[in-house]
Nanobody
Framework: QVQLVESGGGLVQPGGSLRLSCVVS????????MNWYRQAPGKERELVAF????????SFADSVKGRFTASRDNGKSTVYLQMNHLEPEDTAVYYC???????WGQGTQVTVSL
């Protein structure tokens, strides 16, 4: 059974940083690329980061490029999203998933506010 468990969100001031984690189970992470998505209130879910398998090459949405990085630890079945220089517009629930994945985790809330 595929499971995705995101964590690491929270309330942070503009300019701050957070590191999100996504622990996966039910499939061998080493063989799968992964995406990070986010969904803000009233908006559609958007793709923010891609990380290839197994080597971890990354690409990012223009809105987060230069501020976010992504990495993976296949041995720990975990992917990470390091978010720096956070802006209020980054406020959203963040999810990870395989590009073709249908199962979704609960996500982790990121709120950027004074």
């Amino acid at each position: 059974q595929v499971q995705l468990v995101e964590s690491g969100g929270g309330l942070v001031q503009p300019g701050g940083s957070l590191r999100l984690s996504c622990v996966v189970s039910g499939f061998p992470l080493v063989h799968y690329a992964m995406n990070w998505y986010r969904q803000a209130p009233g908006k559609e879910r958007e793709l923010v980061a891609f990380i290839s398998a197994p080597d971890g090459r990354t690409s990012f949405a223009d809105s987060v490029k230069g501020r976010f990085t992504a990495s993976r630890d296949n041995g720990k079945s975990t992917v990470y999203l390091q978010m720096n220089h956070l802006e209020p517009e980054d406020t959203a629930v963040y999810y990870c998933n395989r590009p073709s994945g249908n199962n979704w985790g609960q996500g982790t809330q990121v709120t950027v506010s004074l």
